[in-house]
């Protein structure tokens, strides 16, 4: 069995920063691409930023120069930190990951999600 399970989020102003972290658990072999997500209500969830296991990165327009992502391979750990907030940051955060496990199945998995609000 394969959990993801993020922290962080929350309330702040307008141009400050929040962190996100997300752990994957269970029986895992190797995570190929993990990644970040969002989704506002009434709307499809959007790309924020991927990274790969050689850690080649890729963002979102919208994003590119106040977000970076990270990852702790070691620790099956993916990290998103956001500076220069915006209001239109607001959303719910979802983390991805693309997991082979010990039993030889793959599979794309998802956080639980957690809520990002930035005030203006």
């Known amino acids: 069995q394969v959990q993801l399970v993020e922290s962080g989020g929350g309330l702040v102003q307008a141009g400050g920063s929040l962190s996100l972290s997300c752990a994957a658990s269970?029986?895992?072999?190797?995570?190929?691409?993990m990644g970040w997500y969002r989704q506002v209500p009434g709307k499809q969830r959007e790309l924020v930023a991927t990274?790969?296991?050689?850690?080649?990165?890729n963002y979102a327009d919208s994003v590119k120069g106040r977000f970076t992502i990270s990852r702790d391979n070691a620790r099956n750990a993916v990290f998103l930190q956001m500076n220069s907030l915006k209001p239109e940051d607001t959303a719910v955060y979802y983390c991805?990951?693309?997991?082979?496990?010990?039993?030889?199945?793959?599979?794309?998995?998802w956080g639980q999600g957690t809520q990002v609000t930035v005030s203006s």
């Open positions: 991805n990951a693309a997991i082979h496990t010990w039993s030889r199945t793959f599979g794309i998995y």
């Open positions: 990274i790969t296991s050689g850690g080649s990165t």
């Open positions: 269970g029986t895992i072999s190797r995570i190929d691409i």
